[in-house]
């Protein structure tokens, strides 16, 4: 049989056949997996081939395949094991929820963010939310930010998840696709799915503990239908963000604003750091690239980890 995983707990996956059928599924043994390395063999989004087995009068499946993933969102641990960490796979947009403040989400984060799903062709939409709990000068902040991104292509949309301003906007852009709901822990990923879905009822922070810092939530990825022909992904916080490995020579390129100009650089292996006649360097003097997006490449460049924490990270 062929399915979709919808969730992982561990040794458990929760398969959806075509015909609408959950079961519950696990891997027998090992099988093999394309080239990457990561903590966890199956994700949500995966699709794969399962056999019934009666046991006790239940049916469980054993998964034997696992097909080949469009695309998938992985996130690297930043302690010491470097692990990897597949989010989720075979979607086609993502949600980046930021907050400014409670938890703050810095650009650094952002920046990595959006250089993975680059690398995967994964379109990504800025949602700054919270709205509704933000001072003057917070929505200064906002705004700022917005500016820096749509002016490189991205799409970015003020919401409120408790107000439900500019859900319907969000929601117009999810038919027809699978999407995901990806940032920091408590930036109101579950708060947005039932702004959007009101039955499904997730769990999310209570007032008593938002001030507990440290704690997830939601704390596996699990996939819903919604009722308007559209799947989403919840996914747990996520708090660094290590970039997969890439060349240094390829980082450049899933910065659009720099792609776009690279061809004007004089040396066509320029890593835009101390070359003569960079494009990139005379771009961001003249103010047409951003300082922030400059220094988070840099920084990916150097393999620095983040340089702004938030403590309620994940609990890697
Ligand atoms: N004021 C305000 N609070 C919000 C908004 N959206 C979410 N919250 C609050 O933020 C807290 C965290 O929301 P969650 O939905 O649990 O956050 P999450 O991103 O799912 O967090 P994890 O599951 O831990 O990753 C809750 O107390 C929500 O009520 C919003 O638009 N405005
Ligand atoms: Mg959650
Ligand atoms: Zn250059």
């Given amino acids: 049989m062929t ?5 992982s707990t561990g040794s458990w ?23 990457i390395k990561s903590t966890n063999p199956i ?22 395949r696992i097909e080949e993933r469009k695309n998938y969102i992985v996130r690297k641990s930043v302690n010491l094991s470097k692990q990897t960490h597949i989010i989720a796979s075979n979607i086609d947009l993502v ?8 938890p703050p989400t810095f650009t650094p984060f952002i920046d990595r963010f959006l250089v993975t799903a680059e690398a995967y062709s994964i379109k990504t939409i800025l949602l700054f939310n919270k709205l509704d709990a933000y001072n003057e000068e917070t929505l200064l902040e906002v705004k700022y930010l917005k500016s820096i991104y749509r002016q490189i292509g991205y799409e970015c949309i003020g919401i409120s998840a408790t107000t439900g301003k500019n859900i319907d906007k969000v929601k117009a852009l999810m038919v027809g696709k699978v999407s995901m709901f990806a940032g920091h822990s408590g930036v109101g990923k579950s708060t947005l799915v039932n702004a959007i879905e009101p039955s499904l009822d997730l769990k999310t922070k209570t007032i008593s503990q938002q001030h507990m810092q440290g704690q997830h939530t939601t704390t ?6 919604l009722s308007f022909d559209a799947k989403i992904i919840d996914t747990p916080g996520i708090k660094g963000f290590g970039v997969v490995d890439m060349e240094r020579e390829e980082v450049g390129d899933y910065f659009p604003e720099f792609f776009a100009l690279k061809q004007d650089c004089k040396f066509n292996n320029c890593l ?6 960079c494009a990139i360097k005379k771009a961001l003097e003249e103010d047409k690239i951003s300082y922030s997006r400059y220094r988070s490449y840099i920084q990916i460049l150097e393999g620095e980890d983040e340089h702004y924490r938030t403590d309620n990270w994940d609990n890697e």
């Avoid at 995966?46 to 239940?58: C, S």
């Avoid at 596996?220 to 239908?225: G, I, K, N, Q, S």
């Avoid at 835009?272 to 006649?277: A, R, S, V, Y």
């Fill in 13 to 35: 996956y929760t398969v959806k056949t075509l015909n609408g059928k959950f079961y519950e599924c696990r891997i027998k043994g090992r099988f093999r997996l394309e080239g």
């Fill in 43 to 64: 994700a949500v989004g995966d699709i794969v081939q399962f056999q019934l087995e009666t046991k006790n009068n239940t049916e469980t499946g054993v998964i034997n």
């Fill in 220 to 225: 596996f990825a699990e996939m819903f239908d």
């Fill in 3 to 7: 399915g979709t995983v919808y969730k």
């Fill in 95 to 102: 949600f980046l929820l930021v907050t400014i403040d409670n």
């Fill in 272 to 277: 835009h750091l101390k070359e003569p006649k």
